[in-house]
Nanobody, 112 residues
């Protein structure tokens, strides 16, 4: 399955963005995840969602600010980000956990 991430951009601190990840095929049976890679840092898991809709947030600082969700009818996974901080600046990637497939990444830049 191929993944296409979008929705990144430049936003001021405190602002919001909603990332989308559209798959080329059905993801209804797949766990999905969002990762991010900040400049000079390793890629890290941000959040994941099971095929049943259970969510997990791996980064303490995003809990309560980010929400991962999915729409299987649209083969799409979302990451709603609010209360953005400069430290959220990174390239965000979606990942299909079933096939370990990666999207191309979308850049989120948060200015202070």
């Amino acid at each position: 399955v191929q993944l296409q991430a979008s929705g990144g951009g430049l936003v001021q601190a405190g602002g919001s963005l909603k990332l989308s990840c559209v798959a080329s095929g059905s993801i209804s049976a797949d766990g999905m995840a969002w990762y991010r890679e900040a400049p000079g840092k390793q890629r890290e898991l941000v959040a994941s969602i099971t095929n049943g809709g259970s969510t997990y947030y791996a980064v303490d600082s995003v809990k309560g600010r980010f929400t991962i969700s999915r729409d299987n009818a649209k083969n799409t996974v979302y990451l709603q980000m609010s209360g953005l901080k400069p430290e959220d600046t990174a390239v965000y990637y979606c990942n299909d956990l079933m096939y370990d497939s990666w999207g191309q990444g979308t850049l989120v830049t948060v200015s202070s």
